[in-house]
């Protein structure tokens, strides 16, 4: 069954379109996050929050360089023997070069900052990410390999697109594995909780959402889709189905958000107004003798959650004055 037909200049106008649009959500979430840094109480991770700026930066940058390539296709290239679509399918041009570095350094910087959250989440089990760290530098190995291909004079060769696949394959790979593992990890904590005694509905519904951001299920999604396109694609862009590179102009976006995402979900207690999704009283056990209780949230074994993003430790066999089960955020 042939695949149909959808040119790369139509895929780089929609590309460039829906990019713009995630960069809009990633400046809003951006300047939330920057906020909540400044003006939450406790110590400040540096070191996450540089990370974070640094992700938001290039991610403009390439924006920038997205709707610059269409610029120079449509307009001072369009008469040219191939015209916009022959400029396009170029992954040799400077502009591009440039395009797709930076698209691989922020692919790090997000596989990154998804494993050090892995690794947080896990107490900091260095077994339990040995095999994602790895993964993340053979991302960068094949992913810089990749680019360095196209400052050969022929850059459509079977083993640029060797390189290429190798590294959308193992970012794939690295984002579903820790995917899996903090979803677990999560979802066990969320266990430990109980069925229906302890927590109300609604923070369980909080607990859902919490598991599905901290989890980075949609940067995951958003690879697979990116890989099958890829494998799908054209290797020299001039026809077939293009539609690769809608999603692959977005991805740095996509990158940047989720990581930033949780940094704000963090600093800002889950909900706008602090800890109240945590701190609801609920009933512990069912039927009669049941008592009310609230739980306590605690910093004792990591007062920044800043640095180790979020982390549940429900310890039900210590208790404080109230007779509460202490939640750490650590």
């Known amino acids: 069954m042939a695949l149909p037909n959808f040119p790369i200049d139509e895929a780089y106008l929609v590309g460039g379109w829906l990019a713009s649009a995630l960069w809009g959500i990633f400046t809003v979430v951006f300047i939330f ?47 040219d023997q191939g015209g916009a679509i022959s400029y396009l399918a170029n992954i040799g041009l400077p502009l591009n070069r ?54 050969l004079p022929n850059p459509y060769t079977p083993t640029s697109v060797a390189w290429a696949t190798g590294m959308l394959a193992v970012s794939m790979t690295t984002n579903i594995i820790v995917t899996a593992l903090t979803a677990g990890k999560i979802w066990m904590l969320m266990r430990s909780l109980g069925d229906t005694s302890f927590v109300s509905s609604q923070v369980k519904y909080r607990y859902l959402i919490l598991l599905i951001v901290e989890s980075g299920i949609f940067v995951a999604v958003a690879k697979i889709i990116e890989f099958i396109l890829f494998v799908l694609s054209p290797d020299n862009g001039l026809e077939g189905l293009n539609a690769l590179y809608i999603i ?45 209780i609230t739980p306590t949230i605690c910093n004792d074994l990591w007062p920044d959650p800043d640095t180790a993003f979020i982390d549940m430790q429900i310890d039900t066999k210590l208790y404080n004055n109230n007779n509460s089960p202490r939640i750490y955020l650590i």
């Not at 207690?269 to 039927?287: F, I």
């Open 33 to 79: 996050c920057m906020l909540s840094v400044i003006t939450r109480s406790g110590g400040r991770n540096y070191v996450t929050t540089s990370a974070i700026i640094v992700m938001y930066s290039l991610a403009t940058v390439h924006i920038c360089l997205v709707l610059v390539r269409p610029i120079q296709a449509f307009i001072y290239h369009v008469n």
């Open 248 to 292: 692959m102009e977005s991805m740095p976006q996509i990158m940047g958000i989720a990581p930033t995402f949780i940094v704000l979900v963090v600093n800002r207690g889950l909900t706008s107004s602090g800890t109240e999704a945590y701190t609801s009283k609920t009933a512990y056990g069912s039927g009669a003798g049941t008592t009310a």
């Open 98 to 151: 440039s395009k797709d570095m930076i698209y691989i350094t922020l692919i790090i910087l997000g596989d990154s900052i998804l494993v050090w959250r892995c690794f947080m989440v896990w107490g900091r089990n260095y077994y339990v990410v040995a095999l994602p760290s790895t993964m993340v530098i053979a991302t960068a190995i094949t992913g810089y390999g990749a680019v360095g291909r196209y400052f």
